[in-house]
């Protein structure tokens, strides 16, 4: 091998543990990163689904009368 490189080889060398922590570090970002864009995509999807459910569910009224309970305070103020 010429000097070249054999000085070429031992710089690789000397910075191999600073290189091979800094893709293991890049690797962890971006596996979070992922995890995270995919959990959000799924809560994105789960929320529209149910929103369109909710959107299409029959809405039931139920009437009540306070005739009863406004007669009775009416003759409570007046004692």
Do not use: C, H
């Amino acid at each position: 091998m010429s000097q070249q490189k054999v000085d070429q080889y031992k710089k690789e060398k000397y910075g191999r543990k600073q290189q091979l922590k800094k893709e293991k570090r890049q690797r962890v970002i971006y596996s979070i990163a992922g995890g995270a864009a995919a959990v959000a995509v799924v809560a994105w999807i789960g929320f529209s689904v149910y929103s369109r459910v909710e959107a299409n569910r029959p809405v039931s009224y139920t009437e009540v009368s306070l005739d009863a309970i406004n007669d009775y305070l009416s003759t409570q103020t007046q004692n």
